[in-house]
């Protein structure tokens, strides 16, 4: 029996298992159900219509937002919590439930004010603090966001996921050595957290400790073969020691995804450190079309095309890089050079003086 078939077949006997009862809990595993099997549809249905005959319990509620996210109908989410607020209004996870659906929608206010709810009728709700430490961060509030996420580590200092955001904040805040006190704790608690290994590596990487990262995106990997994000690491890792690994780890960036901007992007420059310039060109024209007002793509294709002698080609990207980028010395110089080739000499000392003079700046 096929996954698909299996997974019909539960989904079967769940319904007829909802249909004899008609409790709430053999609803929610159906819905579940239905949300694992990708049937959003049928999941929103069940629950509306639960929802719909009397009062919803928190487990449907949890349901809810999960069903109505997913099916982008947030506004749907808020309308039901509103309605059921009544009897559940005493309950510190209906108000942390209720704040990760305000996040959904960006009301970065009005999700700190429910999670301060749940503050208020639990203290050391932990789930509270750290939702209100997402939240932070997701306004840039870096520092408010660390101190959110300590305060949720002293309810439970084995909650792997604070541990994890806190180096992550640390990390962006230039301070890798705390971030990695952090990650490393993190994979203590939880050995199998491909999360916290890719960014103890990155970590590993931003003091310079390639090695360290490497066997970090390596282990990542390991535990989930199929994680694009651990081999575009692992590509990137290896372009300067090893670029003949690193172009087949970044090659099956692609095959796992597609399209992958990043992947096309150092594939394109690992090309054009290697002098295969045809192929450098192919992946910064497959960025460009995407984002086709990318500087670094531009930038690069236009030195891919200076050195394949297309210098009117390599004037309209350096052109439009320095449009993009007024500041941007090399691009000016670059620019310069493709001029020069076209023996177009003004417009060429020109560029190399506008190049000189943003390097004295």
Known sequence: MSPEEKTHKRIADLERSAHQSHDDPALVQLVRAYLDGGRVPAAVSKLDARLAEGAGTLALLELVAE????????????????????????????????????????????????????????????????????????MGRERDAIQAFEQCLKSDPEMTKAHINLGILFDELGQPERAIDCFQRALQLDPRSVESRLNLGAAYGDLGRQREALSEFQAAMDLDPSNVLAQFNIGVALMDDSPDDAQAALRRVLALEPGHWEANYHLGLLSFKRGQYEVGMRHFQQCLETRPDSVRALYHLGLTYNKKDQPGRAVECLTRVCELDPRNSQAHFYLGVAYDKRGQYDKARLCYQAAERLKRK
Do not use: C, N
């Open 67 to 138: 069903a109505h996210t997913k099916s982008g109908d947030l506004d749907r989410a808020i309308d039901w919590f509103e309605r059921h607020e009544k009897p559940l209004r005493e309950e510190a996870q209906y108000w942390t439930l209720r704040g990760r659906l305000l996040e959904a929608t960006e009301d970065w206010d009005g999700a700190l004010a429910a999670h301060d709810k749940s503050l208020e009728l639990d203290p050391d709700h932990p789930e509270a603090f750290f939702r209100i430490g997402v939240t932070l961060m997701r």
